[in-house]
Structures are given as C-alpha cells and as structure tokens.
C-alpha cells in the first residue's frame, strides 16, 4: 500500500527556532511532493511543493529539502512565529498516473511558544 | 471571490440517519476530492471525480456515496451504513492535465453524529 510516514507527531519549539518537519515514502514512482498547512477548525491551505527533480526549494521562510535516494524530504520553518503554530501535512503524488490522487501523511502539530 | 464553500460548517444527526454535505466550487476545476480528517489519522480519501457523471471510490468508501451532476458541485452523502460518521470533512478540488496536482481545499463541515 502506498504510504507516507511523516514525523515527529506533534512539535514544540520556541520564537526564532527551526522547527523540521519529516517524511518518507515508499512509492518510487511519487515525483511531486507538496507540503499544506492547517489552522485548527479550517481546511488545509497549500504551503509549498517540491518535485523529484530539485533537492531544495525555498519560499520565504518555509525550505522543502528533497533526498531522492534516501526517499525523503523535510520542511524547514526558519525563524518560527508563533502565528506559524498549526498542523502540517506532507504528501506526494504519481504525477504520471491516471487518477491525481495525493496520498498524506498523518500530519504534525507544530506549537511555537513566544 | 473563487475559492471552495462547504455547508453548514457544524451538522448535528441522530444515529441512523443520513445526511447530505455539500461541496460547490467556483474554480473552474475538473476534479473534486472527499476526505475525511479524524485526530492523528492525517487526510484520507473517501471519493474522488475526475469528470462530471463519473467518480471513484477512494480508500475509505464504505458507508458513503456521492454524485457528480455538475461541475461545480460534488456532494457527499454520509449514509446509516457508516459506523463511526462523526468526524470533520473536506472537500477539495484541482485541476486536471497538468503535471502536478495542487488542490485546494474548503474549510470543511464538522459532522457530529449520536
């Protein structure tokens, strides 16, 4: 079965840190690898996505890291805000299969303190 | 305003009984997505459709159904087969025929079921 196994679970850091946020898959034919953000009580929202091509894409202050042969990729927050506490998902999609499913992982709640 | 709008955003049922959530988009998007999200269980897909007149089952279909009559709208009926509805829904929608699939998500309806 498909799978992304994302860690930690949940994440606390202080005002400034560098929260990182893991995952794994399985899937060698995954090629497309966005990460979303979700405020409790809201949808998730789209943060920033990486595809099998790049080793690090950065937007802001949110990194994507990328390791193809170790089949991983990381979320770096630089400089963490407290406004950046919410649950984060990472996933990934066969972009050459037929049906544009994305498959997440379980999601990590990052709490930064001020 | 374009953009995901799901109604009501609480719904209350009794058991046994079925209940429609609805999904309408105005994004122009071929393909729309049903997830269900309970705490740490991450996203998972109960439906999707690609086309109008035409949708899948995702991974945990059983005890819902769905239908696809128009583009922009894509509702979920949770059904009494469903042994434990409660939980917060999501739809989501994207293109389709592009290389990577970014959905897009609505702020959800939290489903209470006694």
């Known amino acids: 079965q498909q799978q992304v196994k994302q860690s930690p679970q949940s994440l606390i850091v202080q005002k400034g840190g560098i929260p990182i946020i893991n995952c794994a898959y399985e899937n060698t034919a995954f090629d497309y690898f966005p990460w979303y953000q979700q405020f409790p009580g809201k949808g998730p929202a789209l943060l920033i996505a990486?595809?099998?091509?790049?080793s690090e894409k950065k937007e802001g202050r949110f990194t994507i890291s990328f390791n193809k042969s170790a089949k991983q990729f990381s979320l770096h927050i630089m400089d963490s805000q407290p406004g950046d506490s919410a649950t984060y998902f990472c996933?990934?999609?066969?972009?050459?299969?037929?049906?544009?499913?994305?498959?997440f992982g379980k999601g990590t709640l990052l709490t930064v303190n001020p | 305003d374009g953009g995901i709008t799901q109604s009501p955003k609480y719904l209350f049922r009794k058991e046994g009984q079925n209940v429609t959530l609805s999904c309408e988009q105005n994004?122009?998007?071929?393909?729309m997505y049903w997830y269900r999200q309970d705490p740490g269980q991450g996203l998972r897909l109960i439906y999707y459709s690609q086309i109008v007149n035409d949708f899948q089952k995702g991974d945990i279909a059983e005890g819902y159904s769905v239908s696809r009559e128009k583009k922009e709208s894509f509702p979920l009926t949770v059904t009494s087969a469903q042994k434990n509805p409660t939980a917060f829904y999501l739809c989501?929608?994207?293109?389709?025929?592009?290389?990577?699939?970014?959905?897009?998500f609505g702020p959800g309806t939290r489903l209470t079921v006694t």
């Open positions: 990486i595809r099998l091509d790049v």
């Open positions: 996933a990934a999609q066969n972009s050459g299969g037929s049906n544009y499913k994305l498959t």
């Open positions: 994004l122009n998007h071929d393909a």
């Open positions: 989501a929608s994207s293109k389709t025929g592009t290389v990577t699939n970014e959905q897009y």
